[in-house]
């Protein structure tokens, strides 16, 4: 009997410290992929203050910016912007890892090229890191507020103010840029990841040299994980492409309100 309190209290030890890696392990992960949810202004608000730790004189902009319709617009449009770009960031930092563990393609080739190994696994980091860069470049035009246009005109309208257009293109060059980068960057990186997957999946342990069945589990379990990640690239090379529309889109929207 005396045993019984001592197994319980291995097992409530053990079961805590298990508790507490897999919660160290969510908020890891949930912060490297988090989403900002679409809520009202306010939440959302307050859900960019919490994940960027905004200080309070920024967040009263935010919160004055949401009481007007185009605010509102406003803010809505570069949550999606920081969620697109958080979104990449993981998918690049994912397909760094797959490359590593799971993909030689050098031994699928036959012939031995280690450095393409780790060449492909710091190409999808520098592609992180970009997106990283772009989703800090989006929450900054966030907390800048949209940019107010001057006059069209100006001495009572009798002459064009060179300073509307000149605002007008920098207001479209945000557009542009992301336009780029999903069209060619993130979209051609996404397809090329999934074709390098596909030729060579590979256990970073080929298979063969383990024991059954080690060999046929870890086979099974390597061939669906890039599977999966195939099918994930090329649904984000997809949603790449419509995401590069709409920015193009919004582009030539605003130059529709040059003062030619």
Same mark, same amino acid.
């Given at each position: 009997?005396?045993?019984?309190?001592?197994?319980?209290?291995?097992?409530?030890?053990?079961?805590?410290?298990?508790?507490?890696?897999?919660?160290?392990?969510?908020?890891?992960?949930?912060?490297?992929?988090?989403?900002?949810?679409?809520?009202? $202004?306010?939440?959302?608000?307050?859900?960019?203050?919490?994940?960027? %730790?905004?200080?309070?004189?920024?967040?009263?902009?935010?919160?004055?910016?949401?009481?007007?319709?185009?605010?509102?617009?406003?803010?809505?449009?570069?949550?999606?912007?920081?969620?697109?770009?958080? *979104?990449?960031?993981?998918?690049?930092?994912?397909?760094?890892?797959?490359?590593?563990?799971? &993909?030689?393609?050098?031994?699928?080739?036959? *012939?031995?090229?280690?450095?393409?190994?780790?060449?492909?696994?710091? #190409?999808?980091?520098?592609?992180?890191?970009?997106?990283?860069?772009?989703?800090?470049?989006?929450?900054?035009?966030?907390?800048?507020?949209?940019?107010?246009?001057? $006059? %069209?005109?100006?001495?009572?309208?009798?002459?064009?103010?060179? #300073?509307?257009?000149?605002? &007008?293109?920098?207001?479209?060059?945000?557009?542009?840029?992301?336009?780029?980068?999903?069209?060619?960057? *993130?979209?051609?990186?996404?397809?090329?990841?999934?074709?390098?997957?596909?030729?060579?999946?590979?256990?970073?342990?080929?298979?063969?040299?383990?024991?059954?069945?080690?060999?046929?589990?870890?086979?099974?379990?390597?061939?669906?994980?890039?599977?999966?990640?195939?099918?994930?690239?090329?649904?984000?090379?997809?949603?790449?492409?419509?995401? #590069?529309?709409?920015?193009?889109?919004?582009?030539?929207?605003?130059?529709?309100?040059?003062?030619?």
């Amino acid at each position: 009997m005396a045993g019984e309190p001592d197994f319980l209290s291995s097992v409530t030890s053990r079961y805590a410290t298990a508790r507490d890696v897999f919660t160290r392990i969510s908020a890891f992960l949930n912060k490297a992929t988090f989403k900002i949810k679409r809520a009202p $202004p306010l939440e959302t608000i307050d859900e960019i203050a919490k994940r960027f %730790k905004t200080d309070d004189y920024d967040r009263l902009k935010l919160k004055e910016l949401a009481e007007t319709k185009t605010g509102v617009a406003f803010i809505e449009e570069k949550t999606q912007d920081i969620n697109r770009a958080s *979104f990449h960031r993981s998918a690049f930092a994912l397909n760094a890892f797959t490359h590593l563990f799971f &993909v030689d393609l050098a031994a699928q080739l036959s *012939f031995s090229f280690l450095p393409l190994k780790f060449a492909l696994a710091i #190409a999808n980091v520098i592609l992180a890191l970009l997106a990283h860069s772009s989703e800090r470049q989006s929450y900054r035009a966030l907390i800048a507020g949209p940019n107010a246009l001057p $006059p %069209k005109r100006r001495f009572w309208g009798m002459f064009p103010n060179p #300073a509307y257009n000149r605002a &007008v293109k920098k207001n479209s060059r945000s557009y542009a840029q992301s336009a780029w980068e999903e069209k060619s960057l *993130f979209r051609p990186a996404y397809f090329a990841n999934a074709a390098v997957i596909f030729l060579g999946a590979q256990f970073i342990l080929p298979p063969d040299r383990l024991i059954f069945p080690a060999s046929f589990i870890v086979g099974k379990i390597s061939g669906l994980f890039t599977t999966l990640v195939i099918a994930f690239d090329v649904w984000r090379g997809v949603r790449a492409g419509d995401a #590069a529309r709409i920015a193009r889109e919004k582009e030539v929207s605003v130059y529709r309100h040059l003062d030619i």
